[in-house]
């Protein structure tokens, strides 16, 4: 190990610590956190009737990972802003990137704590019998679904942050992009069925909801793909990003970035194609209607 | 005026703004059940633009300047006045997709752009340069994410999502109501530059330091005061 990665390294736990406790002291990520702790007691106490709390994700997807985009974007600028006051000595952009990247911890931790309780109101409030899950999936998979739907969500949103603040650190990109995703994800949800196949391209997509049949529009339904397969691919878009935000840093070795990225590239493509073509071929309608059919 | 707006107006940011205004109400016109998350995102675009709109990044020299910060503030008017207009074609155009409660939904925009203009007009006046580029990336996510999980729904129906009285029309409209009187107030009280508050209050409570004695300013001008 030189002396200069020995430095970085040395860097790098302190500064890591300081960005968690940057992360933890923005006001955006607390007024998220009381939302969703909010949102977590209704679920542990009386969730919906129907589906528990089997389609709650979208709770830290949106106040967690979705502000997330924010405040990630907001911390990247503030370090910038530090490193260039610093002056020459500053830490590398590499080092500081990458302490940003650590701070993910606090929203994942956030996200995890959520999926904690979620699953324990699933067990205290059971769905019913015409909501998910049922026939040929168990509760792994719905506990899969919340997985990508809520956890994924709470450490993708600050990483897109990430490659936003660094890439396009303009103030007002990162809202924007925040508003921008929301419809693009719920066109993905799948707002059509002509999409649903391709949908696992996407992030934080549904595996199963009252997505409806002919003649009763509230009916239960599992979607085609993977959802264990589709963390993995998540996953992978993660360590994406950051090997993309690390690219922006003109003194790293960017060859060695470009061939990971392109690796990681690949991993996820492989990822995504068989998230497609894993899980169910074709949408499961939930035999039994949905109580608004039947009424 | 007119050139001050030409100069001060970041006309870029609010045509972005009010096309994605419209894109987004677009969305909600032709899946309200789907997409209606978006006309709380739409709500926190006009708030957030109308609130980038007042920013002042040279506060320093023009709280100096003889203009005061109403004559600025109407100054930056017709910016947002097109966001207001491009607001209400949005939602004229949306028409019954809006589940019966078009005035409803125009009144939660008007009332978020009155509501942002107060908020960055009382923080211009306490000193602070860009407090709406700051209001703008709070408010545009978290609306957008108020909307799509309608938190407290039974008793604080912000979005109200779906026709009829269940799903809380007419509690929203009473707290929008008195979110814009409230608004309206501070932003009048704002602009008329509060010269009935105490001196020391008002540096105390904006936390800007307070001003000695007039006999000890050494013909220092306050450049947040009124003198």
């Known amino acids: 190990m030189n002396t200069v990665t020995a430095t ?9 610590r300081q960005e968690i406790r940057n992360y933890l002291r923005s006001r955006l990520f607390w007024v998220g956190a009381a939302l969703l702790a909010l949102m977590s007691y209704v679920g542990l106490t009386g969730p919906d009737d129907r589906f528990s709390t089997v389609g709650d994700g979208l709770v830290p997807a949106a106040v967690i990972g979705l502000l997330g985009i924010i405040v990630m974007a907001g911390m990247t600028r503030n370090s910038d802003r530090a490193a260039a006051a610093a002056g020459a000595v500053a830490v590398p952009q590499r080092t500081r990137t990458l302490a940003l990247a650590s701070a993910v911890v606090v929203p994942a931790t956030a996200g995890l704590l959520w999926f904690a309780t979620a699953i324990v109101g699933y067990h205290l409030h059971p769905p019913a019998a015409d909501a998910i899950p049922f026939g040929p999936v168990g509760d792994g998979f719905v506990y899969a679904g919340m997985f990508v739907e809520g956890v994924m969500a709470c450490i993708g949103g600050p990483v897109l942050g990430l490659v936003i603040g660094r890439w396009l650190p303009g103030r007002g990109v990162a809202p924007v992009v925040a508003v921008v995703l929301v419809p693009v994800t719920i066109v993905m949800q799948p707002l059509f069925e002509s999409v649903e196949q391709w949908r696992v391209f996407w992030v934080w997509v549904h595996f199963y909801g009252p997505v409806g049949v002919d003649g009763d529009a509230d009916r239960a339904a599992i979607l085609t793909g993977s959802p264990y397969l589709h963390i993995a691919y998540l996953a992978a878009l993660c360590v994406l990003g950051v090997l993309v935000a690390l690219h922006r840093d003109p003194e790293s070795d960017r060859s060695r970035l470009r061939t990971a990225i392109l690796g990681v590239v690949a991993v996820a493509a492989v990822l995504a194609v068989l998230s497609m073509l894993g899980g169910e071929d074709e949408r499961v309608p939930n035999p039994i209607p949905s109580s608004s059919a039947t009424s | 005026m007119i050139r001050h707006a030409a100069r001060a107006v970041p006309w870029t940011r609010v045509v972005v703004a009010a096309v994605l205004v419209l894109a987004l109400m677009e969305l909600v016109r032709r899946w309200p059940w789907s997409m209606w998350p978006l006309e709380g995102a739409a709500v926190g675009v006009l708030a957030g633009a109308a609130a980038w709109c007042l920013d002042e990044p040279s506060a320093a020299v023009v709280d100096a300047a003889p203009r005061g910060l109403a004559w600025r503030t109407v100054a930056r008017g017709p910016a947002v006045l097109l966001l207001l207009a491009v607001w209400g074609t949005a939602v004229w155009w949306a028409g019954d997709s809006l589940f019966g409660q078009r005035w409803d939904v125009g009144l939660h925009g008007v009332v978020a752009v009155a509501a942002a203009m107060a908020w960055t007009s009382w923080r ?14 709070g408010v545009l996510p978290l609306a957008t994410a108020w909307a799509l999980v309608r938190p407290l ?3 604080l129906p912000v979005f109200p999502y779906g026709p009829g009285a269940g799903a809380g029309w007419e509690t929203s ?12 107030v501070l932003l009048v009280a704002t ?7 105490p001196v020391s209050r008002r540096a105390a409570t904006w936390g800007v330091p307070p001003l000695p004695p007039t006999g000890d300013r050494g013909g220092q001008r306050s450049p947040i005061l009124p003198q």
């Not at chain 1, 970085?8 to 890591?16: D, E, H, R, V």
């Not at chain 2, 000193?127 to 990336?137: F, K, N, T």
């Not at chain 2, 409209?173 to 409230?182: D, F, K, S, T």
């Open chain 2, 124 to 137: 211009r006046a306490a000193g602070a340069a860009r407090p709406g580029s700051i209001l703008a990336v």
């Open chain 2, 191 to 197: 602009l008329a530059d509060g010269r009935w508050w």
């Open chain 2, 153 to 155: 729904e039974g008793t």
């Open chain 1, 8 to 16: 970085q390294n040395s860097t790098l736990g302190p500064l890591a």
């Open chain 2, 173 to 184: 409209r009473a707290g929008w109501l008195v979110v814009g009187i409230g608004a309206v």
